[in-house]
């Protein structure tokens, strides 16, 4: 257990110190100990088989000792002395090794292990150093910007609590920044704590920036030494704002398009190539010879044609630095005659016509009940089937959005026209007689039998398309009747009437209405018809001709064959008179 020395032993130790001898071949020893860390420093003596005891001190700077530990051989106890800043610091192991936990710089000082026999004291000194690592360097109190050709303080690098003192560097982009005057000013400085004796190390840094330095790193670093050699701890990097003069000048539009349209908004938006960038500018207007000032963005709305020109922007107090653009505002315009609602006549004549006035060729497309037609109309005698929407649309392809559109709605109105066929069954116990209309607005067709005037509801109609439909009806007359066909619409009443015998009688069939496409095909099939019997009709007078001719020559040799014949019957009645002669 440690207890402290007593007065007598004291004064024993120091008479026999003034004896103490340096053991030969022991020179200085250092032990280095960082900071906080236990310093641990062996004796470096042989324990003598006589040793008494053993005991470590240290010297003060006027070379007095002071006495901090205690060790007999004999009873294997240790005694640590009353010094305040090593107290409950102190170990001191059986081979004489004293370790000093919490290493401080007040730490560094000359400690000798003393081993006592009872002749002679023999002593081994050992130097202590300790090492304090200083803070990571940090750039402070650096320059919000920096401006190009002028010194300008940048900031400065701090880096605390170092022992012993360091060396700050700074680096631009890695490299180091060595002092040039009027370029690269550092200026180092460094304090020492009083109290924990401990460095701080300062260097600001002046420097001249050019536009080379836009978005350079800075950055700086300490240099110290620890308990192994000389360290280096960085900082972390500083990007700068670099102030300059513009020295160009541009103009955009926006929003950006390949193309520009009457009642776009557009706006002009001049900037410059300084930092920071200049906030107001003059923009100068086609056909305006005074500048308009303003921010760096001028509104044009709801352009016109007339808008197309040049546009131009400057700086303010330097007007001879100007920036310019083209504007072109593409126009389409689409005009259709006749438009809106229409209503003719069936058989009337319709001129249309749909022009354009573009900036650029414009195409043209026409639609009929939205569906694309492969020329313009054209209407020589308006038919049913004319009727309809129309839609004359234009665009420009090269300018998005640009495109125009008028519509035409034609109506072809027509007074009821009628027309009546009738059907025998093939059984023959029916006959369906079929009335044909034609007109619009659609007229309303009536079925009733002359004379009664009754109304046959039984009726079924086709579906009505291009002005045309039908209504039939199936009946089995036991006598003659006569159907009456009543259509009507807004423009006229029409009647019709037909007579149909009686079942049993048989009569010829009417044929029926086709429609636009059979007719179309009826058509197609008729002047087939005519040009085989124009064929026939030729080839029937070729052989006419050859029949003719073939029958004259016949009569010719007809003539000579009667008289050859006559010439026989004379002969033979001039026979017959002979044998009744002879007779």
């Known amino acids: ?53 053993g005991k470590w001190k240290y010297e003060k700077p006027d070379g007095s000792p002071v006495f901090i530990a205690f060790r007999s051989s004999t009873k294997k106890s240790v005694q640590y002395d009353d010094v305040p800043e090593y107290k409950d610091r102190l170990s001191l192991s059986e081979n004489y090794t004293l370790s000093i936990s919490n290493a401080k710089i007040s730490d560094e000082k000359r400690f000798v292990c003393m081993l006592v026999t009872e002749d002679n004291v023999f002593e081994a000194p050992t130097v202590v150093k300790v090492f304090k690592q200083p803070s990571t360097p940090e750039i402070v109190n650096k320059a919000p910007f920096l401006e190009t050709e002028q010194l300008k303080k940048l900031g400065e690098c701090i880096s ?51 536009k080379a330095d836009i978005q350079m790193p800075f950055a700086c670093s300490v240099i110290y030494y620890g308990p192994t050699g000389q360290k280096t701890l960085q900082s972390e990097q500083a ?56 921010s760096n963005t001028y509104t044009l709305t709801d352009v016109r044609r007339n808008a197309t020109g040049d546009y131009k922007c400057s700086l303010i107090d330097k007007k001879s630095m100007i920036a310019s653009t083209a504007i072109t505002v593409h126009y389409l315009d689409l005009s259709l005659s006749p438009s809106g609602e229409v209503t003719k006549q069936i058989g009337d004549t319709l001129p249309v016509s749909c022009t354009t006035s573009a900036s650029r060729n414009a195409t043209v497309v026409w639609m009929k009940d939205n569906i694309r037609l492969r020329s313009s109309p054209s209407f020589s005698s308006l038919h049913y089937q004319d009727a309809g929407n129309y839609v004359c649309e234009t665009a420009l392809q090269e300018v998005e959005g640009l495109k125009k559109r008028e519509s035409l709605t034609l109506i072809v109105e027509g007074k009821p026209q009628i027309k009546m066929t009738k059907k025998t069954d093939p059984s023959g116990l029916s006959k369906t007689i079929i009335c044909h209309v034609e007109g619009f607005p659609k007229p ?39 159907l009456t066909c009543t259509a009507e619409n807004q423009l006229e009443r029409t009647v019709n009437s037909l007579n149909v015998s009686a079942i049993s009688i048989p009569e010829h069939d009417e044929a029926d209405e086709r429609s636009d ?42 003539k000579h064959v009667n008289k050859d014949l006559g010439n026989m019957e004379e002969n033979k009645k001039l026979e017959e008179n002979n044998h009744k002669t002879e007779a």
């Open 1 to 53: 257990m440690a207890s402290k020395a007593s007065p007598s032993c004291r004064l024993i130790f120091c008479l026999l110190i003034s004896a103490a001898v340096l053991r030969p071949g022991l020179g200085w020893y250092t032990v280095n100990s960082a900071y906080g860390d236990t310093i641990t420093m062996p004796c470096r003596l042989d324990v003598p088989q006589s040793l008494m005891f």
């Open 160 to 210: 605390k609590d170092s022992y012993p003192d360091g060396n700050i560097t700074w680096y631009r982009n890695g490299k180091v920044l060595q002092p040039v005057e009027g370029v690269v000013v550092i200026i180092f400085k460094k304090e020492m704590d009083p109290v924990t004796q401990l460095y701080t190390m300062t260097s600001s840094l002046e420097y001249k920036t050019t």
């Open 239 to 294: 990007v700068f704002d670099i102030y300059y003069p513009t020295e160009q000048v541009t103009m955009q539009v926006l929003p950006p398009k390949t193309a520009i349209k009457e009642g776009d908004n557009i706006t002009l938006k001049c900037l410059g190539n300084g930092n920071p960038p200049p906030e107001e500018f003059m923009f100068y207007l086609p056909g305006q010879p005074e500048g308009i000032r303003s």
């Open 444 to 482: 309303a067709i009536q079925w009733t039998i002359t004379g009664s005037g009754s109304v046959i509801n039984q009726a079924k109609e086709s579906p009505y398309v291009n002005g045309r439909y039908y209504s039939k009806i199936i009946i089995s007359p036991e006598e003659n009747v006569t």
């Open 517 to 558: 496409e059979n007719r179309e095909k009826v058509n197609d099939q008729a002047k087939l018809i005519v040009g085989i019997v124009v064929g026939l009709l030729l080839a029937a007078l070729v052989a006419g001709v050859v029949y003719w001719l073939y029958m004259k020559k016949s009569k010719t040799a007809s």
